[in-house]
């Protein structure tokens, strides 16, 4: 089965050449360095190229701890946030949730601030 | 106490000056810390809603009240969660309340097109014999009934209750409580005679200005530029003076300009610019001679929303070049020569006032205390910043003196815990209304009101 649609979805991220200094697309050049990063742009889509996607199974796990009631309500802030309020308020959350969070921390889906309709940051 | 000590020295008034003027050097500043960091917000972010904070007050109050729960009915009772209840079991319960009143005001039923009602206006209290108790935890909820006041409780408070659950869904309350007094803190108070002045509700920039010789007559006895030499000796025992909101008046908060046109209002300047260049003035008289703590309150120039963030400097360029004066928030905990201070502006039991059959603000101030929370109903109807670590308004430790501004009267009590914690209660009263301050001796933890009253148009004399 296909990977779970979010509310997200319908506001792709995409970061297309905003790392470039704007007015040097007309020095020849430099034409071919951002004819690459234009490609290596298209190939990641939203992703940070270093590392590798997160597993639709992590992906799953975290939507399991958003959705537990025993840490308390998820919307508004990070995942780590409430891994770490839950911890210091004793629920014990499981440990390998944080090193995920840790491991995958520049992609958005992952860190994951859920909001409703794209409000609040 | 204070008085006792000037009367003996009072004929220094009818003798000739002195050779070699006396002096007394103020009590030197020694111990003190402030403890108000959960309190003061760095970069805030409104983008959450507010049940973070419920969610944290529960789950961080919830051992304390077992504990509490388990030595009031025994070790061996069923603590039970809602969604564990079983008809006709007796155990206990811990979770939110939440009162459902009639009267409350509702932004929803106001803005609801279909009544075409006009807006209730404000009532001093919205208790009615039909309100109902409901209790929450984390998941459920359940219509409380039985032997539990239900006027006298407000939303907000965590508590446990032991009883039963009947056939027709309620739960029938047999006995509850609260968290109780906090764990005490040691007591390093001084050993000799040290005042502390609480004075709160000055009310500057108000539309009579009866009150401002007053406050000046309370400038001046704490500057020690008044009485005889006894006065000005016990004068020089008062180590500080805290200033407990509402340094403005109700009036400065006049907002008919934001209706009328731009031309009308052109040249017309915030009434709350004159009051506070007044309140600048006095506070620089202060800070020459005494350390000074200034808590925002209701009508002050900060923001609306509980813990108040202190005034900003840059309003009190004469009085903020002094190291003496502090800024802080609202509420306010410090460590005053060893003896623990905790105390808001007033707005947390004004609000408790209003939403409650209790009628004495001495008697809510204990009531808080002892329900482990400073500010229950916040933010059901006080509004409070949303937090969702943890609530900094519980009670974690005991203070020793826990005071409010802004009270109607003068109250003062000293409370004695099972533990060995001793607070003593004060509620400020305004000193616009009642030009009355209280002065309070960390040696013995006794408080003392000290009156500054002129002589109005009534008076005989």
Known sequence: MEQPRRITDSFPRRRRGSRRPPGRLKDKKDKDKDEEKVQVKVRDCSRSPSQPPPDPALLEMLRRFDLSWEYGPCTGITRLQRWERAQELGLSPPGAIRDALLEHRDNPDVTYRWVWDGMGC | ?461
């Open chain 2, 1 to 461: 106490m204070f008085s006792e000590q000037a009367t003996p020295m009072a004929q220094g008034l009818l003798a000739p000056p002195s050779a070699e003027p006396p002096t007394f050097p103020r009590v030197p500043v020694s111990g003190y810390s402030d403890c108000s960091q959960p309190f003061q917000l760095g970069e805030r972010s409104f983008s959450r809603q507010y049940a973070h904070i419920y969610a944290v007050r529960l789950s961080g109050m919830r051992p304390g009240l077992e504990c509490r729960a388990r030595s009031r009915w025994g070790n061996d009772i069923a603590l039970r969660k809602l969604s564990e209840l079983q008809a006709g079991e007796k155990c206990c319960v811990v979770g939110t309340l939440f009162k459902a009143m009639q009267l409350q005001p509702s932004i929803l039923q106001e803005i609801s097109e279909e009544h075409n009602l006009v807006p209730q206006p404000p009532l001093p209290k919205y208790i009615q014999p039909s309100d109902e108790l409901i209790l929450e935890d984390e998941l459920q909820r359940i219509k409380l009934e039985g032997a539990i006041d239900v006027q006298r409780l407000v939303t907000g408070t965590i508590l446990a209750v032991y009883g039963t659950e009947q056939d027709d869904g309620r739960f029938l309350v047999e006995d509850h409580c609260f968290a109780d007094l906090p764990p005490p803190l040691p007591w390093n108070g001084p050993s000799s005679n040290r005042f502390v002045l609480l004075a709160s509700g000055l009310g500057l920039g108000s539309v009579s200005g009866e009150a401002l010789l007053s406050t000046q007559l309370l400038v001046d006895v704490v500057t020690g530029q008044l009485g005889a030499e006894g006065e000005q000796s016990c004068a020089a025992h008062i180590t500080r003076v805290i200033l407990a909101g509402n340094l403005l008046s109700q009036n400065t908060q006049s907002r008919d300009t934001i209706n009328k046109a731009k031309y009308l209002t052109k040249k017309t300047q915030a009434a709350s610019v004159e009051a506070v260049k007044m309140l600048d003035e006095i506070l620089l008289q202060l800070c020459t001679s005494v350390p000074v703590d200034v808590m925002p309150g209701e009508f002050d120039p900060t923001n609306y929303t509980l813990p108040q963030q202190p005034l900003h400097r840059c309003m009190l360029p004469l009085a903020s070049a002094y190291a003496t004066l502090r800024l802080v928030t609202n509420p306010y905990q410090a460590n005053l020569d060893g003896v623990r201070f905790l105390g808001t502006s007033g707005q947390n039991i004004s609000d408790i006032f209003k939403y409650s059959s209790m009628d004495n603000y001495l008697e809510i101030l204990e009531w808080t205390l002892l329900a482990g929370h400073i500010s229950p109903t916040a933010p059901d109807t006080l509004g409070c910043y949303p937090f969702y670590k943890s609530d900094p308004f519980i009670l974690t430790e005991c203070p020793h003196v826990y005071f409010c501004g802004n009270a109607p009267h003068f109250q003062s009590k000293l409370l004695q815990g099972k533990e060995g914690q001793r607070v003593l209660l004060v509620t400020v009263p305004d000193f616009s209304v009642t030009q009355t301050a209280c002065l309070i001796n960390l040696r013995d933890l006794t408080c003392q009101p000290i009156t500054f009253s002129s002589f109005g148009a009534d008076s005989e004399d």
